[in-house]
């Protein structure tokens, strides 16, 4: 069975500060996989997308990253965080191929002070 | 930029009730819809999808879509306390785009 696992489970981080945000998914090779943002109260909006290692594609700009290391891990990082990054980000994973079902993660919930 | 509109914004239903929510694209390239239930400090769980003219049913649950009119609604019936959380409705294209819109949401509230 596929699991999905996010870190850290919360962070709260200052204004101006670094962060890295991770995700895995195990049991299944060459997944796709996608980073969401969700505002508190606000719509769950798709930030990057990665069909394969190595390549990430930008859906919206919001001062943030992402990269994907290895086939099983997706990274979302900013050198810089803003009041704005504050909520919920997950991340989520669909087959390869045709498949488009996605499967989202825990989250991990970022305050920014 | 695409949008995807979803009504209410808010339902109460009783306890055994039905519930029906409504969601809209604005984008005429969508094909594919999904409907997700997200409950208060959790992620998004899928319920159903739909790609396809008509109806489907899984359970309580029973999906419709009119593509001419890029028009799907959810229906729950004998809505349970369990069933109280947000409905996100999302739309996508099938032909290699790995982009999802979604909507604001239905907050669904079934009282006892």
């Known amino acids: 069975a596929q699991t999905i696992h996010q870190w850290p489970v919360a962070e709260i981080k200052a204004v101006g500060s670094p962060l890295s945000l991770g995700c895995t998914i195990k049991g299944k090779s060459s997944p796709n996989l996608y980073w969401y943002w969700q505002a508190t109260g606000g719509t769950l909006q798709q930030l990057f997308y990665s069909i394969t290692v190595g390549q990430v594609e930008s859906v919206v700009q919001l001062n943030l990253s992402a990269s994907r290391p290895k086939d099983d891990q997706f990274i979302l990082s900013t050198e810089k965080l803003l009041l704005s990054h504050s909520g919920f980000y997950l991340c989520a994973w669909s087959l390869g191929g045709d498949s488009y079902e996605q499967y989202f993660g825990p989250g991990t919930r970022l305050t920014v002070l | 930029q695409q949008k995807v509109q979803q009504s209410p914004e808010s339902l109460i239903v009783p306890e055994g009730g039905m519930a029906s929510l409504n969601c809209t694209s604005s984008d005429r390239n969508v094909d594919y819809f999904w409907w997700y239930r997200q409950h208060s400090g959790k992620s998004p769980k899928m319920l159903m999808?739909?790609?396809?003219?008509g109806e489907k049913e899984e359970g309580r649950f029973t999906v419709h879509l009119n593509k001419a009119s890029l028009h799907t609604s959810l229906h729950i019936r004998d809505s349970q306390p369990s069933d109280s959380a947000l409905y996100l409705c999302a739309a996508s294209m099938t032909t290699g785009n790995y982009k999802y819109v979604f909507g604001a949401g239905t907050r669904l509230k079934v009282i006892a």
């Open positions: 999808s739909i790609f396809s003219n």
